[in-house]
């Protein structure tokens, strides 16, 4: 039998079906066109200030390593010296940035960028803003540009003054001043010899500790000098390209820093946050990073000799790339175990976030995996480089070698050695430096034509001996 279903609320009318049927579809209904002649004119309306303007320049905050409070973002905004026409805020999503702002007048974009750099070098927020704008012309450029240099160059000086992690190191140096005039034996004073001993090396030990946290505070200031210059513009052009006025070489040895071209805001904030977590960190080598420098600048060979930990593996392939010594080409840095070349090129990316351009570090744990040398510094196994070595016995683009854990006497790092002695007399450009963590580098130094030995001196800590009583009765 045919079963008919209809609706349970319709009104069922079994005998006309045309009151079963259900209502026709909605149906828009749509004006009907204007005619349009291109003859026919007519006047422009009085502007709308409701109707949306396309913004000329736009703004956006790239987010950082915080995630920032919606409410704080928008205070941020209302206290910006000019106002944006409008602004959006996306505090948590996972995109780059956490706002946009849109400007119509030049004036404004530039205050605003000012203020959120100045805000962000004192740090009140940790937002990178970046501009992009269809409509800027050069000389919007050159006005931004001296713009943030003199707000970078403010931000120096006052580094240079009252950095809290300078103070914290000067208040280092006055608490050592007293102690060493608290544990110096006082002359013309009797003491047992042991006593005096004893005094005597712990004067010692301060000193040293003093004379560490004196060189680092030194570095750091010549660090903010060396970029003070370029933000000031000081740094010459002929200076830049390692030429003379008068035909002889004017090299600053001293610029612990090189930029080529016009400044990368973000890369010069990643450099001085750098150079205040290396002061605050006193890794020991940090104190010596000009006297190594020049060693490297004016001689092939070096030795580097510097306790466990003093930093020579993690700073030095940064401090050769930041200054340009020895860094024309690729910085590599052998190591005898995989895992340490690979952890190595971890830690250093990790450190030198954002201070160079493109791709900078890189590792290469297995030859098969090495196509070319295209990052800054390279680190590497022995083993991987004396490979390469055998396919190109040049070692194009490469310009200077680091050779760690020396002391080891690998297989691998002596063969590397002596290959490379053959080699820096064909590439007199090439820099080698071997570091080693014991003292005991005459014998390298000999071998390589007697080249100089830097000694890194280590963080020294107090060491107490105290007997163990013997067990009694025995
Ligand atoms: N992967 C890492 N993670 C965390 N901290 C690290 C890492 N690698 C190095 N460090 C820190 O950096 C400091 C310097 O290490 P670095 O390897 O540069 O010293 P080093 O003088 O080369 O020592 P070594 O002679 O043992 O190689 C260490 O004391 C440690 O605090």
């Known amino acids: 039998m045919k079963k008919t279903f209809y609706h349970p609320n319709a009104t069922v009318h079994h005998h006309n079906p045309t009151y079963n049927r259900q209502p026709p579809p909605f149906r828009r209904h749509f004006p009907k066109p204007v005619d349009f002649h291109p003859n026919h004119y007519r006047p422009p309306g009085p502007p709308n200030p409701t109707a949306f303007q396309a913004p000329n320049f736009v703004l956006y905050l790239r987010r950082g390593r915080r995630n920032l409070r919606r409410d704080f973002i928008s205070s941020l905004i209302s206290q910006c010296p000019s106002k944006p026409q409008s602004f959006s805020i996306f505090p948590y999503s996972s995109k780059a940035d956490s706002a946009i702002l849109n400007f119509r007048q030049w004036v404004d974009t530039l205050n605003a960028v000012a203020y959120l ?70 002359k013309d004073k009797h003491y047992r010899v042991g006593d005096f001993f004893q005094m005597n090396e712990n004067t010692k030990r301060l000193a040293e500790e003093k004379n560490l946290v004196e060189r680092r505070l030194r570095e750091f200031r010549c660090a903010m000098e060396c970029l003070l210059k370029v933000l000031e513009e000081k740094v010459g052009a002929a200076e830049e390209r390692n030429e003379g006025v008068n035909g002889n070489y004017d ?23 750098r150079e205040r977590r290396r002061l605050e960190e006193g890794l020991p080598i940090y104190a010596y990073r000009r006297d190594i420098l020049h060693d490297i600048h004016h001689q092939q060979i070096t030795v580097l000799v510097g306790e466990t930990g003093s930093g020579k593996s993690t700073q030095l392939v940064q401090f050769l790339a930041d200054s340009g010594v020895g860094a024309a080409e690729s910085i590599i840095c052998t190591q005898p175990r995989k895992i340490a070349a690979r952890s190595l090129a971890q830690r250093v990316e990790e450190e030198s976030s954002g201070c160079y351009e493109g791709n900078a570090i890189n590792s290469y744990l297995t030859f098969s995996s090495l196509t070319e040398f295209d990052s800054k510094v390279t680190f590497m196994t022995d083993h991987c480089l004396l490979q390469h070595y ?77 007997y163990v009583p013997s067990d009694q009765g025995s």
């Open 251 to 273: 090299y600053d040895f001293d610029a612990v820093f090189r930029f080529g071209g016009r400044l990368n805001w973000k890369r010069v904030h990643s450099i001085i946050m």
């Open 390 to 466: 055998m396919n190109d016995k040049n070692l194009s683009g490469v310009s200077c070698i680091i050779v760690d854990e020396a002391h080891e006497r690998s297989l691998n790092t002596d063969l590397l050695l002596a290959l490379i002695k053959n080699l820096l007399s064909r590439r007199v450009d090439m820099r080698l430096i071997i570091m080693s963590a014991t003292a005991d580098a005459k014998q390298l130094s000999e071998y390589f034509y007697g080249c100089r030995i830097v000694h890194v001196v280590g963080r020294s800590f107090p060491v107490d001996v105290r």
């Open 117 to 186: 750099w100045e805000t962000r070098l004192d740090g009140t927020h940790d937002l990178t803003p970046e501009l992009k704008s269809n409509v800027m012309v050069p000389s919007d450029e050159d006005e931004l540009y001296s713009r943030l240099r003199a707000v970078f160059a403010r931000h120096v000086k006052g580094l240079m003054q009252e950095a809290k992690e300078l103070k914290r190191w000067e208040g280092e140096i006055e608490r050592l001043t007293k102690e060493i005039a608290r544990v110096e034996p006082v």
